[in-house]
């Protein structure tokens, strides 16, 4: 079978809302790799057939739209090519092998049959449904953290929950509970899937919400893998939100963007705990653990 690869280069900004958009136009899946500090290439494959050229319109017009919305996609580049391979698919999944993180954690594909010993935890999804699947090194950093931080009582809320991954960290790990936040429509049957095929779904609340806006419960811990942008407006509402010294966990935050997210945190009555980074692709990424100060009142 001939594939029609299509490679859009966009702002991080705009990265998980152009992929939603691949995923939903059947992408068999979509890579993302960075290509500095504020772009990306998002590569999806397709059946190289006359709906090729529907795609590509739909994801022409969807780009022009994102302004509207708020979303800066500069630079939005599309390019187009003919993939002569019947293998493909065996190969793009030769590119998702199973990927130990931290201590104890083992991120796999559904397709993988991986041996494992009892005491890891083993967390199973399909890198073709949704961002957020262990291969980045933002979701790697907020595993780290998270493995080192959650305990048997915690209440948890995963803001930005994409495929669900940190959500069903937590619930491996001991959480209680986890409600699971994402304002995506489209995300929501990816993460619904992925909390069943690991059978914490009795422990999870999922919905389709803006941050913390109208929720009203509390937490011990609060957790966020996505950009400095959307991490910033949201830290003074996780001080209403947070049990006494109670924990974030962020991540999606590039160095150059530490000191403004920690300046933040420490205005918001947080006390910086912990900054782990790690550098891919000449970019350096940052995950950053604080609590509430004991004399804060939540």
Request: net charge negative; glycine share 6%; charged share 20%.
């Amino acid at each position: 079978m001939d594939w029609a690869k299509i490679t859009v280069t966009t702002s991080q900004e705009a990265s998980e809302a152009i992929a939603n958009l691949l995923f939903e136009l059947n992408a068999t899946g979509v890579e993302l790799k960075d290509n500095d500090a504020s772009t990306v290439h998002l590569i999806a494959h397709y059946p190289l057939d006359d709906r090729v050229g529907g795609r590509l319109q739909k994801l022409r017009d969807f780009l022009a739209e994102l302004p509207a919305w708020g979303i800066q996609s500069h630079p939005a580049t599309i390019d187009l090519k003919h993939v002569k391979s019947e293998k493909w698919e065996e190969a793009w999944k030769s590119a998702f092998p199973p990927r130990r993180v931290g201590r104890g954690i083992i991120i796999a594909p559904t397709w993988s049959d991986i041996p494992y010993d009892k005491t890891e935890i083993l967390i199973q999804l399909d890198p073709g449904l949704a961002f957020g699947t262990g291969y980045h090194p933002t979701t790697r950093l907020t595993l780290e953290l998270l493995e080192r931080t959650v305990k048997s009582r915690h209440q948890v809320a995963d803001i930005g929950t994409g495929s669900g991954i940190l959500t069903i960290a937590a619930i491996k790990l001991g959480a209680k509970h986890v409600d699971a936040i994402e304002i995506d429509s489209t995300a929501i049957p990816v993460a619904a899937s992925n909390f069943q095929v690991n059978g914490v779904t009795s422990q999870v609340c999922l919905s389709q919400a803006d941050g913390l806006k109208g929720i009203e419960n509390r937490y011990h811990l609060i957790i966020g893998n996505i950009l400095t942008k959307a991490i910033l407006p949201i830290i003074p509402s996780c001080t209403q939100r947070l049990y006494p010294e109670g924990i974030v966990i962020f991540s999606g935050i590039l160095e150059t963007e530490l000191a403004q997210v920690k300046s933040v945190l420490e205005a918001n009555q947080f006390q910086c705990l912990e900054v782990m980074s790690e550098s891919e692709d000449n970019i350096t990424w940052v995950g950053i653990k604080a609590s509430l100060r004991s004399t804060a009142t939540p």
